[in-house]
């Protein structure tokens, strides 16, 4: 099973929004609503921000938010901060009743 | 409140073995599946597999069969993954991670710390 293609890096300034997409195929992405987004800091361990495509846990900050068309979900994460600089992981159901990963992206707050 | 506390780091050679243990508190351990990804240095997260803690019976990911083994002891809430045969290219940070209610290996709401496993002559 392929990893989930994401951007190596996107950057904004505060106050502004971003959007990191994950590609897959009809066999991931594209065919289950079961895609979520974790959120790395430096040194920390990965933590769930959203579920279900665009759904947050509980306490996770409403600037957080998912979509998906087709092949390709998307996070937002509206008025950017310096504390969301982190690395983005994308995941997805597949159709191997496995779990796969994106590559990760860089967020960089400038 | 839901704790994953993980052993700590590891230095072996390699042909070695290893066993990185989980140790879970604040849930009943026995109704939600363990699973285990790992993080290779400047790497991003790899899903490794997952073991149902009510049964016992593991799923391994593509490239995790043969040497990686996951184990439970229930009797102290501790999930277990053990490396055999060391390679260089295992050094890594290993995490366990709590299957979401629901959705066993798909979503994972709480994580261990992580644990250093390094591999090297």
């Known amino acids: 099973q392929s990893a989930l293609t994401q951007p190596a890096s996107v950057s904004g300034s505060p106050g502004q929004s971003i959007t990191i997409s994950c590609t897959g195929t009809s066999s991931d992405v594209g065919g289950y609503k079961y895609v979520s987004w974790y959120q790395q800091l430096p040194g920390k361990a990965p933590k769930l921000m959203i579920y279900d495509v665009s759904n947050r846990p509980s306490g996770v900050s409403n600037r957080f938010s998912g979509s998906e068309s087709g092949n390709t979900a998307s996070l937002t994460i509206s008025g950017l901060q310096a504390e969301d600089e982190a690395d983005y992981y994308c995941s997805s159901y597949t159709s191997s009743r496995k779990t796969v990963f994106g590559g990760g992206t860089k967020l960089t707050v400038l | 409140q839901v704790q994953l506390v993980q052993s700590g780091s590891e230095l072996k050679k390699p042909g070695a073995s290893v066993k990185v243990s989980c140790k879970a508190s604040g849930y009943i351990f026995t109704d939600y599946a363990m699973n285990w990804v790992r993080q290779a240095p400047g790497q991003g997260l790899e899903w490794m597999g997952w073991i149902n803690t009510n049964t016992g019976n593991p799923m391994y990911a593509q490239g995790f069969t043969g040497r990686f083994v996951f184990s439970l002891d229930t009797s102290v809430s501790t999930a277990y993954l053990q490396i055999s045969s060391l390679k260089a290219e295992d050094t890594a940070v290993y995490y366990c991670?709590?299957?979401?209610?629901?959705?066993?290996?798909?979503?994972?709401?709480?994580w261990g710390q992580g644990t250093l496993v390094t591999v090297s002559s």
């Open positions: 991670a709590r299957g979401a209610e629901g959705y066993s290996y798909i979503y994972f709401d709480y």
